[in-house]
């Protein structure tokens, strides 16, 4: 059973780099064939996507985040990465890591979230 | 990429049956059948309740099905009961190669 945790600091200054990893067990994230992805959700606000990664280190990213971003594979600990820089309030928000079942483009299963909250 | 469009809430009476539409374009719903449902109760993760359009992961009742005609999706629960209410979102595989949610859908069993 394939299982995912978010880790990662829950309060980050403005203007500083946001990074947050996701653990993975039950499914190795350097063998493919599915993808690794990050999802977002402000408070009372709907889902968004941020970007996903490949076994191979592919990536793709949101347009709207695109130049911040940079979502990165660690092979040796099972994990994946996310680092947004020059955050602002305005992404304040949920973190969810999930895995993306290649053939179906569906996300499953999510990991269970974590805050990230960006104030000085 | 703009959000799909869903209503912000519906609601039904126990044993009814509702619908909640998804609306996007010919670059995402419209493309392909890579259409999906998502329901999420407070503090909690997502869990996946239809993909490709309509069909069912393993342990999702049977009073959840999906749809799709055209660029516009749906989710329709029959026999609604207590434990349906929640958020529920839409998404949809991009012909960009990226993903767009729905802005999701409260549904109030009243």
């Known amino acids: 059973q394939v299982q995912l945790q978010e880790s990662g600091p829950g309060l980050v200054k403005p203007s500083q780099t946001l990074s947050l990893t996701c653990i993975v067990s039950g499914e190795s994230v350097s063998s493919g064939p599915n993808y690794w992805t990050w999802i977002r959700q402000p408070a009372g606000k709907g889902l968004e996507w941020i970007g996903r990664?490949?076994?191979?280190?592919?990536?793709r990213y949101n347009p709207s985040l695109r130049g911040r971003l940079t979502i990165s594979l660690d092979t040796s600990k099972n994990q994946f990465s996310l680092r947004l820089n020059s955050v602002t309030a305005a992404d304040t928000a949920v973190y969810h890591c999930?895995?993306?079942?290649?053939?179906?483009?569906?996300?499953?299963?999510w990991g269970q979230g974590t805050l990230v909250t960006v104030s000085s | 990429q703009s959000a799909l469009t869903q209503p912000a809430s519906v609601s039904g009476s126990p044993g009814q049956s509702i619908t909640i539409s998804c609306t996007g374009t010919g670059s995402d719903v419209g493309a392909h059948n890579f259409v999906s449902w998502y329901q999420q109760h407070p503090g909690k993760a997502p869990k996946l309740m239809i993909y490709d359009v309509n069909k069912r992961p393993s342990g999702v009742s049977s009073r959840f099905s999906g749809s799709k005609s055209g660029d516009t999706a749906s989710l329709t629960i029959s026999g609604l009961q207590a434990e349906d209410e929640g958020d529920y979102y839409c998404?949809?595989?991009?012909?960009?190669?990226?993903?767009?949610f729905g802005g999701g859908t409260y549904v109030t069993v009243l």
């Open positions: 999930a895995r993306v079942r290649y053939y179906e483009a569906t996300f499953d299963p």
């Open positions: 990664i490949y076994s191979t280190g592919s990536t």
């Open positions: 998404s949809s595989y991009t012909s960009s190669s990226t993903w767009v």
